[in-house]
């Protein structure tokens, strides 16, 4: 079992890291040919960043939206946050820097009931789907299974939280064994054999899903781009080629 | 007005989202562009043999080309915050009209063809293949989003509908399915420098004419000039403000603001159009083919400037994608914004006292006004964000006493669309155009109750037809509709200096 699960830890990383890295490389080599920002947009650059802060963050425009899907959707990425800085001290050595900044009663205590949080804004989200017929119309099967799989994960997580601890000391030794190649045995508890399962599953269909929403709010044009078209003139490369047509043509 | 063959939808107090009803409006799709309107723009003839698979390779040659139209296909989490925001929806309650139905429409294509799953297993993410069913509901339900990118605001992400309902018009074009609204009208644009086909003799007739009653009027000369070389301004706008109410009024605004202010300006016969219906097509090279001829004429005449007239898209157009394609405008005068609205021109010589208006000249009316979605939403006026909503209303408060705004969530950027944007005014689109007022003629309905308003100003071309031909379906008069200029025109003092 625990060769099973180291196997599958490297593959389900690999594939996260090479498909993640081949979208970014996709989104990041598709230009936007015009300037397209929806407006009010800011005028610096400085502006923008501070826009995107806002829209990781707050969620600023699902705000104005809808508060039910803002307040389910931000509890559930809230949880989501605080239980994986939680999760950093099964991979952190107690000897690195940044240790006494995850191994504190603050950071534990509110990751781990960052849990429960991540459950009912979850379970708001899975409600939503299936009441709000809007919502319902435009829901495909992958969208139902996406929630329950982080739903399972999230209630494999809260069971070995709460209920049916587990032998954290061990898991931190399988997990720092990982990374050295040195291999150790898995704590034998069915909830982290779910829990951890379910997490590859998560990483490996990442870069081939809607999670892909994570990466794709950084690159989308209307919210990333300078309002500032008049000053400064932008052009792609595919179209700089329309440029050099029509200026063949004038002088000859 | 004709006798509706469809139901007007009753106005309320409030817009609120309707149950879903399928395929209410599976039926509404607009006449199919003719050959004679496709080859102008490179456009096949008719639907080609292999349109299946031109339409997947265009598909891909898009992916490349634009950002926006492959990150969006990707990063839609079908959260359902934009699904009741769009007009048509709220109008017809066709959840294909929900701006994620829409997007869906292509995205299942997309995820077929371009995705590892979709490929795999497409029953788990709703992929589909390209059938000839497909392609009528692309054709149908793409000309049913007026790019109003009211969606765009509310997303999480960002994702705005308008882009991938302008790629899907692209490849529909690329096949030899276009619009023939859209399509004839760039072809006119190509031909004879307008989308009204407004020939050189019938404007030099039309400004003689506008010349003689403004004179007739205000006893003051006040020029409309027609291709004067050496005159500092072009002024671009839209061929409707050479003939149509209530677009009319507004040109002749734009002259009295040039005549007080003594600014010499000039419109152009090649450059007759400030509209450029590229941008509903999502056509850069037809896009592009339009707009030089703006550049054209300001070099051939000479100018110092280029100001554009009371249009939404145009000034998007202008505001957004001029510089990008067919700048760099480096031989016009840097001390101005390039190009500049009319409505800044205006704004600043208020404000500098450089012209006077006397809003005693409107006290008859009582006004509201309407920001048009691509002044809202894709461009600004001004040096600081949101001053497309400052502007506009400042002119107006300075030309009139009584001005009310409508509901907050129905203007500046939350604005709805008139319903008839995007390449959709046309009456081959009437039930849709009628249906998709619906949010904004509840807000207007409601300060027509509340705050006796009598007018509503609008800076569109497009918003002024539309609404002139849709409010009387509503029982409100088409004359409502009045140009933020006209009102202008009306207050502002002439001291007959020449």
């Known amino acids: ?50 826009r995107m802060f806002r829209e990781v963050v707050f969620f600023e425009s699902l705000f104005r939206a809808t508060k039910w899907t803002w307040i389910f959707g931000w509890m559930f990425h809230l949880g989501l946050a605080l239980a994986f800085v939680r999760h950093l ?8 820097f940044i240790w006494p900044l995850i191994n504190n009663w603050l950071v534990q205590f509110a990751g781990q009931y960052a849990s429960l949080i991540m459950l009912v804004g979850l379970l708001g989200l899975l409600g939503r789907r299936i009441f709000v017929d809007r919502v319902r119309y435009i829901s495909a099967p992958s969208d139902y299974l996406m929630l329950i799989l982080i739903i399972m994960i999230t209630v494999s997580g809260i069971m070995m939280s709460f209920i049916a601890p587990i032998d954290v000391v061990g898991l931190k030794a399988f997990m720092v064994g990982l990374m050295v190649f040195d291999w150790q045995e898995l704590p034998s508890s069915i909830f982290l054999i779910i829990h951890l399962g379910l997490v590859a599953v998560l990483a490996i269909i990442f870069p081939f899903s809607k999670l892909l929403h994570a990466p794709g709010v950084f690159f989308s044009p209307t919210r990333n781009q300078v309002d500032n078209p008049r000053e400064q003139r932008h052009v792609a490369d595919w179209a700089r080629s329309l440029d050099l047509d029509s200026a063949d043509q004038s002088s000859g | 007005m004709a006798k509706p063959d469809f139901e007007i939808p009753e106005l309320k107090a409030d817009t609120e989202a309707p149950a879903v ?4 409006m599976s039926h509404s799709s607009p006449f199919i562009a003719k050959p004679e309107h496709q080859r102008p723009l490179s456009y096949p003839g008719e639907l080609v043999e292999d349109w299946h698979d031109r339409a997947i390779a265009k598909m891909s040659d898009l992916l490349g080309k634009y950002r926006s139209f492959r990150v969006y296909l990707d990063s839609c989490v079908k959260c359902g915050a934009c699904t009741d925001k769009c007009h048509y929806f709220l109008g017809t309650s066709d959840p294909n009209n929900m701006p994620v139905g829409r997007q869906d429409l292509l995205r299942k294509v997309y995820r077929r063809y371009f995705t590892l799953v979709g490929k795999y297993l497409p029953g788990l993410v709703g992929a589909q293949n390209l059938t000839r069913e497909v392609l009528d509901e692309w054709y149908s339900y793409y000309h049913q989003c007026s790019q109003c990118r009211r969606c765009s ?14 790629a899907a018009r692209e490849i529909l074009n690329d096949i030899g399915m276009g619009q023939k609204y859209c399509n004839e009208i760039i072809a006119k644009v190509f031909k004879i420098g307008n989308n009204l086909g407004l020939p050189e003799p019938a404007l030099v007739d039309t400004l003689e004419g506008l010349e003689e009653d403004v004179f007739e009027d205000e006893g003051v000369e006040v020029k409309y000039p027609l291709d004067e070389k050496g005159a500092d301004v072009l002024l671009v706008t839209p061929s409707a403000d050479f003939f149509a109410e209530p677009h009319v009024d507004g040109l002749i605004g734009y002259g009295k603001v040039f005549h007080e202010a003594g600014i010499s300006w000039t419109l152009s016969s090649h450059a007759s159009e400030a509209a450029n219906f590229g941008l509903f097509i999502g056509s850069y090279e037809n896009m592009r083919n339009v707009s030089m001829r703006i550049r054209e004429a300001a070099q051939e005449l000479g100018v110092k400037r280029i100001v554009f007239g009371e249009c939404g898209h145009a000034w998007r157009v202008a505001y957004s994608f001029l510089n990008t394609l067919a ?19 205006t704004h600043d010589l208020i404000k500098r006292d450089a012209i006077k208006l006397d809003p005693s000249a409107n006290d008859d009316i009582i006004v509201t006004f309407h920001d048009s979605c691509n002044i809202a939403r894709a461009t600004r006026m001004g040096d600081m964000p949101g001053g497309q909503f400052v502007i506009p209303r400042e002119v107006i408060k300075a030309a009139v006493n009584n001005f009310v705004d409508m509901a907050p969530e129905t203007i500046h950027d939350a604005t709805f669309c008139c319903g008839g944007g995007g390449g959709l005014l046309t ?24 705050y006796g308003v009598t007018h509503m100003a609008a800076i569109c071309a497009i918003c002024k037809s539309q609404f002139t031909k849709v409010l009387p379906y509503y029982g409100m008069g088409m004359d409502m509709i009045v140009s933020v200029h006209q009102l202008v025109s009306n207050a502002i003092v002439l001291e007959a200096k020449q």
């Open chain 1, 89 to 96: 001290r099964y991979v952190v050595s107690s000897d690195f």
């Open chain 2, 21 to 24: 009803q399928e395929g209410t």
């Open chain 2, 153 to 166: 605001v509310f997303c999480p992400y960002g994702i705005d509908t308008s882009e991938i309902s302008m």
């Open chain 2, 427 to 450: 009456d081959d689109l009437i039930e849709l155009r009628v249906k998709g007022a619906v949010p904004r003629m509840n807000a207007l309905k409601h300060v027509i109750e509340e």
């Open chain 2, 327 to 345: 700048g760099p405008f480096d031989f016009l005068d840097p001390k101005y914004p390039i190009p500049q609205h009319i409505l800044e021109v």
């Open chain 1, 1 to 50: 079992m625990s060769y099973l699960f180291a196997t599958l830890f490297y593959v389900s990383l690999g594939i996260f890291a090479a498909g993640l890295a081949l979208k970014l490389r996709q989104y990041w080599s598709v230009p936007a040919p015009l300037k397209i920002p929806t407006t009010p947009a800011p005028i610096t650059r400085s502006g923008v960043v501070f």
